[in-house]
């Protein structure tokens, strides 16, 4: 899957991948990922970037966002966020019902992904995400284009950390009509997404890719 409003950006390229049609997902986290890894590293290849530059936080369902100045080979720890300005590097988070928050200033070239859930919602990580890239990289809110990818929502979820999203973006300075989402529900179509709650927790991950390629 692809979104309109980054897919008009140039010197960005993006992806969300969708549920894997044959591959077993009904086992813990770990193990799908690492069954799910070969498949979604072929994904960054296909957007145009190599496979070692694909960068990963832990997710841990905080707020932590960390600045990333060259690869990683391994997940960042103790971080559900990413942020960026180099090209070449591709910024990969995974959810199952969560959000995951593109961020993409094409004035300056900084470009972020955040894991935005109901924890990570709460302790607004989406707007701490904006003032680190206005601090690192000089990003103006007024430039930002944010996208929400599919999540879950009410009446599924209790908790509509969509709007609580979108909120935090309003408040931090982002103009109205830069903030896009599908309003696409991940519970609601097992067919294309994997749902931690409707799956109970064994489930596949979708990956949320944003690279800058020059």
């Not at 408040?171 to 529900?185: F, K, R, S």
Request: proline share 6%; glycine share 8%.
């Amino acid at each position: 899957m692809t979104f309109p409003a980054l897919e008009a950006l140039p010197g960005f390229e993006h992806r969300f991948t969708l549920r894997h049609p044959s591959i077993d997902v009904d086992e813990e986290r770990a193990v799908v990922v690492s069954r799910l890894w070969d498949w979604h590293r072929s994904q960054a290849e296909e957007i145009g970037f190599s496979s070692t530059a694909l960068c990963i936080a832990e997710q841990v369902h905080g707020r932590e966002v960390a600045v990333l100045t060259s690869p990683a080979s391994e997940a960042i720890p103790g971080t559900d966020g990413l942020i960026s300005n180099v090209p070449g590097l591709l910024i990969g988070i995974y959810v199952a019902d969560c959000c995951a928050v593109y961020l993409a200033d094409p004035r300056s070239g900084a470009f972020g992904v955040v894991h935005s859930g109901k924890k990570g919602s709460e302790m607004g990580i989406t707007a701490h995400a904006i003032d680190k890239m206005q601090q690192h990289f000089g990003t103006r809110p007024e430039d930002l284009c944010i996208q929400l990818s599919p999540c879950i929502r009410p009446p599924a979820y209790e908790v509509d950390f969509a709007a609580q999203i979108r909120q935090q973006a309003l408040q931090a300075g982002v103009p109205p009509e830069q903030i896009h989402d599908t309003g696409l529900c991940t519970s609601l179509d097992l067919h294309r997404f994997y749902s931690y709650r409707m799956e109970k927790g064994r489930t596949g991950r979708m990956l949320a890719l944003l690279g800058r390629t020059v």
